[in-house]
């Protein structure tokens, strides 16, 4: 199972990235896709999922600003970033998590966003 984060980087407040998330060896409709985010010295959270049929689900501090998307035939998912804050600044993870019963999660090596002036 490969998850490959990529669209990473250095923006400006206010301004805007894209991350992509493209996954092989899992059967891509039978997960819920995810990115989650870890800022140095705090726990790695939740930012935005969703599942096979689209429904979506935010972290209060991103909505409005952060659009999540998938692509079942491609096997990808995206998150687009509006509105960056320097908060928004950490390492952002892909993850892919069972639809329905206990099987196993799968995480990307990440991809950091850093956003500054």
């Known amino acids: 199972v490969q998850l490959v984060e990529s669209g990473g980087g250095l923006v400006q407040p206010g301004g805007s990235l894209r991350l992509s998330c493209a996954a092989s060896?899992?059967?891509?409709?039978?997960?819920?896709m995810g990115w989650y985010r870890q800022a140095p010295g705090k726990q790695r959270a939740l930012v935005a999922a969703i599942t096979s049929g689209g429904v979506t689900n935010y972290a209060d501090s991103v909505k409005g600003r952060f659009t999540i998307s998938r692509d079942n035939a491609k096997r990808t998912m995206t998150l687009q970033m509006n509105s960056l804050k320097p908060e928004d600044t950490a390492v952002y993870y892909c993850?892919?998590?069972?639809?329905?019963?206990?099987?196993?999660?799968?995480w990307g090596q990440g991809t950091q966003v850093t956003v500054s002036s």
């Open positions: 993850n892919a998590r069972p639809q329905v019963g206990d099987g196993n999660s799968y």
């Open positions: 060896g899992i059967i891509f409709r039978f997960y819920t």
